[in-house]
């Protein structure tokens, strides 16, 4: 069977990959590749006869799904179609083809559902993307310029055999595009997992895009009907959210680690949904009779949108996530480890994607809210201990070096860190750790890490490292981090960037005082961006909560915005580019410590990125390379230092070895 995967891939490519024996060639030397990853997700590896290595590039994640013993990672590849790898012990992995064919007919974002396993037709895919029906050429470069573009249309695949455990081929319905009785007219963005209505009758089927929910009875999810509200309120919106990918991972909330369950009765969440781009979660109460999600605003502190998760607080993005019946009863997410990496990564690789680790989320009731680790069959692939040092005090401003961990040996590890003796300072502590390092300053990447012992919390941040010699910024106070924008009820060339709650299309040609007059009749808008976003080159209405961090208003060409009280606001700029180490986040992102006097830290390094988790995932954030110079083999030393005297830190390194199976790409799995 051969087949293309991508537009570029050879048969001589296949047979390369079919003939080598030995290691897979997605884990290749590190001496020869050092900044290829042996044990995070990569895209399809081929190997010529002179050495050079050919890499597909992957990006966003639409899911992680179970079925007959086998885990699945679905997500982005070469920015026009789905890919697929799985794995029966969430360690070792395996590539298959894409699974909709062919791969020149754009498959976009999506989603993959379950059913609940009970489907005689299977699982069912959701895509965004022109259907497939018209030829590339006509579509994409202008052949015919009658030719519709991408709206996007939204479109359906179901399995070729239901009975495959593989969930290997697909067909795009003879049907597509999906038919609204009731808006969009040209499809949804982001459509979110499937799951079926209880207390419905007809067998109602429902999901959830962009914050709207759509409902079917039609058993081949050929037509949908969108319930938004008649102001055009979608259903995420008392959650904060109706923007992009809003919506499209709702799942149940997830058992504790121990394996408890979460809350449950009266008042108590039954879903968590995204409400941004799959690191940010809102709990909830999902009513399925009268469709209505009611926002958890039970434990302290927590907004009137309901109690929020950050579940990725450094640079990766464009999650994909699924849990209960779809994923085994456990929530699991997976993201693109951002940023890629632009020029020599090694030998025929000159543009370097990958993902980050696959990480479990958990409920904590001790924070009452959710955690991320990285799954705990991960910890099966580590090999050879590295290093191990007890009761290590640390001087003030100055490195520690981690015996053992230079010249490429812990170039791919797993590192685990425990901080004590800050619990008895009276003023913030400041300390972290390096690793990938070459030794010098400003190489590799870090963590670090600012307690208070007075309020118990930490300020986490993760990025480029560099030798500390003075003391980390002070976490900031909402008096001090808060900027004030002066905003008018019409602002032209200008963007509210964050706090969507809903989206309204008008019709082209739309003067911005329709959007505006929209805000003045929507009791929760406190501002409005009008920009030129919808289908057919329609305007499109954002309508938005209060302003908050990152939400001042910024100069955007072609984009008009407003506020419904002209006035003095206050929020925050972006944050500042990275430096070691960024700015720290707002207060709301502290880490909570309660009584504990320990603070627990494990890095995950894989040549060209890290993955950071701090006090059982509470925080948890990935970093790719940062830097424009490449990682050398060599780059492997770990070091943990402190700006103040008085912190001891044990150490616990081990190496990791190569998380896929032989053969790493295959159309005949044998899982």
């Known amino acids: 069977m051969t087949f293309s995967h991508g537009s570029t891939t050879t048969i001589l490519a296949l047979v390369l990959v079919a003939g080598v024996a030995g290691d897979p060639l997605a884990c290749q030397p590190n001496a020869e590749q050092p900044m290829l990853p042996i044990y995070h997700i990569i895209g399809n590896v081929t ?36 890919d697929h790898v799985i794995s029966r012990d969430l360690v070792h992995w395996q590539r298959l083809p894409p699974p909709i064919q062919p791969v020149t007919l754009r498959t976009f974002d999506g989603s993959i559902s379950m059913l609940d396993n009970a489907d005689p037709l299977g699982p069912v895919m959701l895509y965004d993307a022109q259907d497939g ?13 009658t030719a519709p573009r991408d709206k996007p249309i939204l479109g359906v695949a179901r399995l070729d055999d239901p009975n495959d455990k593989y969930l290997m081929a697909w067909h795009r319905a003879e049907f597509n595009p999906v038919n609204f009785t009731q808006g969009p007219s040209a499809g949804v963005a982001f459509p979110g997992a499937i799951w079926k209505a209880k207390g419905k009758e007809n067998g109602q089927w429902n999901f959830i895009g962009q914050g709207s929910l759509f409902s079917t009875s039609d058993s081949t999810f050929s037509t949908w009907t969108r319930k938004d509200a008649a102001d055009g309120t979608k259903v995420m919106a008392p959650l904060g959210g109706g923007h992009e990918n809003s919506g499209q991972w709702m799942m149940p909330v997830p058992n504790t680690v121990d394996g408890e369950s979460p809350p449950s009765g009266d008042g108590s969440p039954n879903m968590v949904i995204n409400t941004a781009g799959g690191q940010r979660y809102v709990f909830a109460t999902w009513d399925s009779v009268k469709e209505t999600l009611t926002p958890w605003t039970a434990p302290p502190g927590a907004p009137s949108t309901g109690q929020v998760a950050n579940l990725e607080r450094s640079r990766a993005s464009w999650w ?66 590295i290093a191990s040092e007890t009761a290590v005090a640390l001087a003030a401003n100055s490195n520690h070096i981690v015996q053992g961990t230079a010249g490429g040996v812990a170039s791919s590890a797993d590192i685990e860190l425990n901080f004590t003796g800050w619990a008895s300072a009276t003023t913030p502590v400041n300390f972290g750790a390096c690793v990938l390092s070459s030794g010098a300053n400003e190489s590799g990447l870090g963590l670090f890490i600012v307690v208070n012992p007075v309020t118990k919390t930490a300020i986490v941040t993760a990025g480029a490292c560099t030798t500390p010699t003075t003391s980390f910024p002070e976490p900031a106070t909402p008096a001090n981090s808060a900027n004030s924008a002066n905003v008018t009820r ?21 003067a911005p005082e329709a959007c505006q007059a929209l805000c003045d009749n929507t009791s929760t808008c406190f501002a409005w961006t009008f920009l030129k976003r919808g289908p057919n080159n329609g305007m499109s209405c954002c309508i938005k909560g209060p302003i908050i961090r990152d939400g001042c208003p910024a100069p955007a060409r072609g984009m008009w915005s407003g506020a419904k009280t002209a006035g003095t606001v206050q929020c925050s700029g972006p944050h500042p580019p990275g430096p ?19 603070v627990t830290v494990r890095i995950m390094p894989d040549r060209s990125l890290a993955d950071f988790f ?3 995932g509470r925080w948890a954030g990935t970093t790719a390379w940062p830097s424009k110079d490449p990682r050398k083999p060599e780059d492997s030393q770990i070091s943990v230092f402190s700006t103040t005297g008085g912190v001891t830190v044990d150490v616990g390194v081990w190496g990791m070895g190569c998380g896929w199976l032989t053969p790493s790409y295959t159309d005949h799995p044998t899982l």
């Open 47 to 82: 190997k010529s006869t002179d050495g050079t290595i050919k890499l597909e590039a992957i990006n966003d994640v639409s899911g992680v799904t179970y079925k007959d013993g086998i885990y699945h990672v679905w997500h982005q590849c070469c920015q026009n179609h789905w």
């Open 133 to 145: 029906k018209l030829s590339h050429d006509a579509v994409y470069h202008g052949v015919d310029p």
């Open 320 to 385: 994909g996530a699924s849990g209960g019946t779809d994923n085994n009863g456990r929530m699991m997410m997976i993201g693109w480890a951002t940023p890629d990496f632009h020029g020599d990564a090694g030998k025929g690789i000159n543009f370097l994607t990958r993902l980050t680790g696959l990480r479990e989320v958990n409920y904590e009731a001790k924070t009452q809210n959710l955690v991320a680790n990285p799954v705990p069959e991960l910890k099966s692939l580590r090999t050879a201990s």
């Open 490 to 510: 019409m602002m032209n060339n200008t963007n509210f960037p964050n706090g969507d709650i809903f989206d309204h299309e008008f019709a082209a040609g739309t």
């Open 580 to 598: 070691h180490p960024p700015g720290p986040p707002p207060p709301s992102a502290a880490v909570p410590l309660f009584d504990e006097t320990v």
């Open 614 to 616: 701090v006090q059982g």
